[in-house]
């Protein structure tokens, strides 16, 4: 097949400052590319390095730096007129547009991350072409875009049951057009550090993901902070960075300032944002990862790549996070604090149940290697009468 991915606006697609979305992408067009697909990325660009996988074709977009005051209030009004999704998207359209019908050959499918408003627009330039959309979060979108998909998107995939669901009701998507995909973890980049079953002292607990209230940080620093007072030996690092490329102003941000308090308290390391090839190593430093999310979060890539790194993951209860751990976490209600830090006391405290759920993590992780992923992407194709013509042999999904 040729595959064209439009990523989605304000996302790059590169390991400098690529967030979640470029990442999937990245996995699963590698391994499509693997199994004899062409790839093609259509992606904006910040003078960052890009992934190395596929063909990557540059698209132009804007931010509010760079626009005038006067470019910015037409712009908005632009966006009310055209009901779009994201600021200053016109831009951004204009120059995918231009890039889809540039391609030496129509693609025979699109897939579009997180974008509502495009498979419209992709529908009338390539109207013999599958469109699908690939989406991480609930979508929300305006009755237009909600109805043109009815007819402009072949096929829908999303990274949960719990988004396919949101999905469903809230766009009635049909049930045989649309597809919970589950992401993945690359057990060649994320893997076990030598003796991760054993013990040791610290035992040292991780968060690693955006700083954000939803994200529950504060709720590992304060669990840490009581397991220390009660002469436990054990560590917190926090990992992440602000909503929005924030680096650096943390301290303008009101939630960082309660955490800075929560993680002195607690004696934690913070180190701020992290690249993309920085996290397996930082993984494979730590025994425990706590993703403590308040909100539904759909499908973190934290889940089955910190399992797949040997840790122990302390997780909620929330969104797509029981599907995607599957069995191979200690799951806890994020706003029962007393529940979190017992179930992480018992972590620290017992070598025998970190041991257990450590191994109970690599377990479930070498379940779901991104090839499932590209399989299931085939899958789907095939039932929309693409030939997928995969030289790949067929991998069990779960």
């Given at each position: 097949m040729r595959i064209c991915v439009l990523n989605m606006p304000m996302e790059y697609f590169s390991p400098v400052s690529g967030g979640a979305i470029s990442t999937v992408i990245m996995e699963s067009s590698r391994e499509l590319i693997a199994r004899g697909h062409e790839v093609t990325i259509m992606t904006m660009v910040n003078g960052d390095p890009t992934y190395d996988v596929g063909t990557v074709a540059p698209v132009a977009g804007r931010t509010r730096d760079d626009l005038s005051f006067v470019q910015r209030r037409w712009s908005d009004v632009?966006?009310?007129?055209?009901?779009?999704?994201?600021?200053?998207?016109?831009?951004?359209?204009?120059?995918?547009?231009?890039?889809?019908?540039?391609?030496?050959?129509?693609?025979?499918?699109?897939?579009?991350?997180?974008?509502?408003?495009?498979?419209?627009?992709?529908?009338?330039?390539?109207?013999?072409?599958?469109?699908?959309?690939?989406?991480?979060?609930?979508?929300?979108?305006?009755?237009?875009?909600?109805?043109?998909?009815?007819?402009?998107v072949d096929h829908h995939i999303t990274v949960s049951g719990y988004i396919r669901d949101w999905t469903?009701?809230?766009?009635?998507?049909?049930?045989?057009?649309?597809?919970?995909?589950?992401?993945?973890?690359?057990?060649?980049?994320?893997?076990?550090?030598?003796?991760?079953?054993?013990?040791?002292?610290?035992?040292?607990?991780?968060?690693?993901?955006?700083?954000?209230?939803?994200?529950g940080p504060d709720l590992a620093a304060d669990a840490v902070a009581t397991l220390k007072s009660e002469?436990?030996?054990v560590t917190l690092t926090i990992a992440g960075g602000l909503w929005w490329y924030g680096h650096g102003k943390e301290m303008e941000d009101p939630f960082f300032r309660e955490l800075k308090g929560k993680m002195d308290a607690a004696k934690a390391e913070y180190l701020g944002h992290v690249t993309r090839d920085f996290i397996p190593e930082l993984f494979r430093a730590h025994d425990i990862v706590c993703l403590l999310s308040r909100s539904n979060d759909p499908c973190p890539l934290v889940c089955l790549e910190a399992l797949s790194s040997g840790c122990a993951l302390l997780a909620s209860t929330r969104g797509g996070i029981p599907e995607v751990c599957g069995g191979g976490a200690i799951l806890v209600d994020p706003d029962k604090s007393t529940d979190v830090t017992a179930a992480l006391r018992r972590l620290?405290?017992?070598?025998?149940?970190?041991?257990?759920?450590?191994?109970?993590?690599?377990?479930?992780?070498?379940?779901?290697?991104?090839?499932?992923?590209?399989?299931?992407?085939?899958?789907?194709?095939g039932r929309l009468g693409l030939e997928t013509g995969s030289r790949a042999p067929a991998m069990a999904s779960s």
């Open positions: 632009r966006q009310r007129i055209g009901k779009w999704d994201w600021p200053y998207y016109e831009f951004f359209r204009k120059s995918y547009m231009r890039r889809l019908q540039e391609l030496p050959r129509a693609p025979d499918v699109v897939i579009v991350h997180n974008d509502l408003a495009a498979p419209r627009f992709i529908r009338n330039v390539l109207p013999g072409t599958k469109v699908m959309t690939w989406l991480h979060n609930e979508n929300r979108t305006g009755p237009r875009n909600i109805l043109a998909n009815r007819t402009a469903m009701k809230h766009m009635g998507v049909p049930g045989e057009k649309i597809t919970a995909i589950l992401n993945a973890a690359n057990p060649e980049t994320f893997f076990p550090r030598d003796g991760a079953l054993e013990p040791r002292t610290p035992v040292r607990v991780l968060f690693a993901s955006r700083i954000d209230r939803n994200k002469g436990l030996d620290v405290a017992e070598p025998a149940e970190l041991r257990k759920w450590k191994q109970a993590g690599i377990e479930r992780a070498a379940q779901r290697p991104w090839a499932c992923v590209a399989e299931e992407v085939e899958r789907v194709c």
